[in-house]
């Protein structure tokens, strides 16, 4: 019954051409679009924020959104990106430890899916007492903040734990993941599959997303 999702990201992506590169890649088999907020504090990066994802919703009325919120404050933006039209709010789990349970259900009241997200440093007792209030885990395979590093391997004992006591679980994996990672998050138990610049600088998109698919579910 768990479905295997992919969900490009399109970090990597060129940017002036969100909504074509974002078309492109649903058109080719994505599931969803994993969008990567950052804010330049929780990461040393800045990418864009609910303006932009608004402007994206408008051309792009029907796909699963998810917002994977690499900042600070997550609670601040949990309005802006349910007006926006995300599905579902990822956020970190790291800055605000002491309002976890706040934070899982203002994103419900907002009407999105709840999505926790743990850095590679962040072990999986940091989000056990959470999880039957979120919809999603996200463990991190890289550091947050860019694409196109290397896939952190020894991530998949987090991802194995998660799978071993949560069946239904969606568990996701980001950071790395493209055709030669694949296998160790689908043996691990992953089911939904973040991927940037495999899948974006691929010159097949379309074959690149069905042969990771294809490696979950087998
Ligand atoms: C990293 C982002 C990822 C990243 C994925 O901070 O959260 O979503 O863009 O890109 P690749 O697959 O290239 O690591
Ligand atoms: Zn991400």
Redesign the pocket.
Known sequence: ILKCKIGP?V??ADLSQLYIESQKLLDNGADYL?L?V?DGQF?PNLSFGHPVVKCLRTKIPNAFFET?M?VQDPEKWIEPMADAGVDQYTFHIEPVLVNVLKVCRKIKEAGMKVGIALKPDTGIEAVRQYIDHADLILV?T?E??????SFMANMMPKVQWLRKNYPLLDIEV?????LNTINACAEAGANMI?????IISSGDQRAVIASLRETVES
């Open positions: 990201s970090l990597n994993h990567d950052m990461v994977h690499m991190m890289v947050p903040g860019f694409g196109g590093q980001d950071g790395g993941v493209g973040v991927s940037g610049t495999a």
